[in-house]
């Protein structure tokens, strides 16, 4: 009787594992890995802090041209870690101007949450 039970829970387990995708490491910033999807996809961004809130930061990115530049919104949650080298920050010691590579996840309302923040030198 308890076999019933457990190995429909183990087929259960063993699909929702094999779902899952795993975060690339060998793709380009701002490249969303083919065949991912899901809530857990993160993507990374390269560029620098243009204006900076409590709430978001502004973001040029790096391809940018002069006079031709991308912008986008990155919003900061409680999560949201930034870190100069392998030393934890505070996200009130970032600053315009420096270069930044931030990981995010889509949000259900299309924006964008930084996950990790990544202080380049």
Sequence with gaps: MKY?????ALVFT???????????NSRSPGQIPSGA???????DFRGTISALTSK???????????????????FFSRKTVALDGEKKMKL???KTGE????????QIDG???AVTIHVAH
């Design 4 to 8: 019933r039970l457990i190995i429909p």
């Design 14 to 24: 063993l699909v929702l594992s094999a779902q899952r995708t795993p975060r690339q």
């Design 37 to 43: 999807t899901g809530p857990d996809l993160l993507v």
């Design 56 to 74: 978001k930061l502004v973001l040029t990115l790096e391809e940018s041209k002069k006079g031709e530049e991308n912008t986008m919104d990155i």
């Design 92 to 94: 009130t010691d970032l």
């Design 99 to 106: 270069p930044v590579e931030i990981e995010t996840k889509r």
């Design 111 to 113: 924006s964008l949450e």
